[in-house]
Every structure is written in C-alpha cells, then in structure tokens.
C-alpha cells in the first residue's frame, strides 16, 4: 500500500523560506511522478509543482515560478519542495501525491496516492 507522509510546514513571515519533504513507502518510487498540490480554505486544490518519474520533466503553476523548486531523491523515496520568498497568499495545506509514470503532472485526477497534508502558514 502507497503511503505518503509530508513534513516541513510551519508557520513563517512573509518572505522567509520552507522546504517541504514527502517520504513515499510502498511503491517503486523512481517509475511514479510525484505533485505538490495545496488548498487554501474555502478554496479548490490546486496544483503547485510536479517532477516526472524520470526527473527530467519539472513543471509549475505560474503564481510559484521562480519561487519555488521540486526535487527528487531517488535514493532516499523523498520529494521536497523549496519555498522561497513565500507571500501570505501562499498559506494553505500542502498535499504530495504519487501516480506511476505520469506525463501531466498537473492532473490531480490522475494522482491515485495522497498524503494527509502538512500546514503552511505566512504571515505579513
């Protein structure tokens, strides 16, 4: 069974840094695709960054470009996401989630596998 476990939120001011971490037990990590996705209240969950199975595809949302960075450690069944410069705006629960050899890593529909969340909150 896939598991998926996030780690690294908190609570920063606006401006400072996180790094978000996913360890994924359960499956063979370097055929899946891994997303970071998040939900604000009130709002939809949408899609923030992806890095195919294959590492070499690496895609984000706009309002993230140039801010954030997705990685991959094969070795270590672990994605991280670096948040930098974070914005008030950026505050929700932040989700990973797995799906085996995924091209669009933007789908969430396409993910079968998601962790429970962790919580990042910025403040002004």
């Known amino acids: 069974q896939v598991q998926l476990v996030e780690s690294g939120g908190g609570l920063v001011q606006a401006g400072g840094s996180l790094r978000l971490a996913c360890a994924a037990s359960?499956?063979?990590?370097?055929?899946?695709?891994m997303g970071w996705f998040r939900q604000a209240p009130g709002k939809e969950r949408e899609f923030v960054a992806g890095?195919?199975?294959?590492?070499?595809?690496?895609y984000y949302a706009d309002y993230v470009k140039g801010r954030f960075t997705i990685s991959r450690d094969n070795a270590k069944n672990t994605v991280y996401l670096r948040m930098n410069s974070l914005k008030p705006e950026d505050t929700a629960v932040y989700y990973c989630?797995?799906?085996?050899?995924?091209?669009?890593?933007?789908?969430?529909?396409?993910?079968?596998?998601w962790g429970q969340g962790t919580q990042v909150t910025v403040s002004s």
């Open positions: 989630a797995a799906a085996r050899k995924l091209y669009d890593v933007s789908r969430a529909v396409a993910y079968g596998a």
């Open positions: 359960g499956l063979t990590f370097t055929i899946y695709s």
């Open positions: 890095i195919r199975w294959s590492g070499d595809g690496l």
